[in-house]
């Protein structure tokens, strides 16, 4: 764990209720995210990184727009995808999207490269998802190349090959910082290592402690492959309330609509309270509470995976704008002051 642990957010731009209960419009949504950025920057967070998706439950599908508009409104806040679709998308325009946003932020951006776990955007941008493997793995060499910022010659299966093509604009400092997000393959912890990029773990359910195994096979293949040690970071969903009680209040009707209905798009079942009530435990993977429980639960992954940073998904489902942004106040005034002095005491 590195000495100056980091706290982030993040969030897909969930459509959310308007003052009369009917559902936004996108445009609306899109605005108010921006507005939960800034925020952020405010109450003194390190990262915001805003997911792509292309269906109608969520707002946002060209990220790296609204993380320009969040850039040219905030000071210190370093801000990212969460992720990008690499396998769906043109590696080269990636690089030069947030190379752009690099240079709008002062050296804030960074790009969290992973293959999706919904598919939406394979058929709609015309890609086989019989090649889900092989785009991403093509994708990721050649977006690894252009970022080295020398002239590229490369080859491979899924596009016309490049002889010696140099890409703009160049990163105005060092290397354009990148992550490989993992949902729990340990043959995407070992690409991750062998690519020498940092590792950020989405855990959405299950005890967070399970993914142990995933951070020291991590960490074992960097030192195999004679890599340096590298950042490991958690995404993990959660809402902050003043009480435990009314966090939960917040959360459940929407947390479990939410969830669940993922789990049946996926062959799955609907989530009850039960499990949705296991989750919220002390061992569980929704960071929901008060403050104080929150900052436990954070404390307990953070010792326990030995992280540099914890990524905050604060938006999950339809909750409305006003409990988001106090929520956020509530994680960076109160949730992360309480970590660090509950590490800087031992934990626990």
Known sequence: MS?????????????????????????????????????????????????????????????????????????????????????????????????????????????????????????????????????????????????EQNPVTWSGSTRRSLTDQDVFPHVENGLLPAWIAVGGSPQSVIRAAGHGLPLMLAIIGGDPLAFKQFTDLYRRALGELGQPSLPVGVHAPGHVAETDEQAFEDSWPLFGKYFSKIAIERGGRAMGEGQFRAQVGADGAYFIGSPETVAKKIVRVVKGLD???????????????????????????????LVKSMLHDGGL
Do not use: C, W
Not at 71 to 81: D, L, W
């Open 307 to 337: 992280l540099d940073r914890f990524d905050f998904k604060y938006a999950n489902g339809p909750m409305e704008h006003g409990k988001l942004m106090k929520s956020l106040e509530l994680y960076g005034t109160k949730v992360v002051p």
């Open 3 to 147: 000495s100056a642990l980091e706290f982030g957010i993040d969030t897909f731009g969930d459509v959310t209720p308007g003052p009369d209960g009917q559902l936004k419009s996108h445009a609306q949504v899109i605005r108010d995210v921006v507005e939960e950025g800034v925020l952020a920057d405010q109450v003194g967070l390190d990262f915001i990184g805003i997911g792509e998706h292309h269906r109608p439950d969520y707002a946002i599908s060209a990220p790296d727009t609204v993380l320009t508009a969040i850039a040219a409104k905030t000071e210190q806040i370093r801000v990212g995808s969460a992720v990008t679709v690499l396998s769906s998308d043109d590696p080269i325009r990636v690089f030069q999207r947030f190379a752009t946003i690099d240079a709008i932020s002062n050296g804030r951006a960074e790009v969290i490269l992973g293959r999706g776990s919904f598919i939406e955007s394979f058929p709609l941008f015309g890609y086989d998802l019989q090649q889900y493997e092989e785009l991403f793995e093509e994708k990721l060499d050649l977006f690894m190349k252009v970022r």
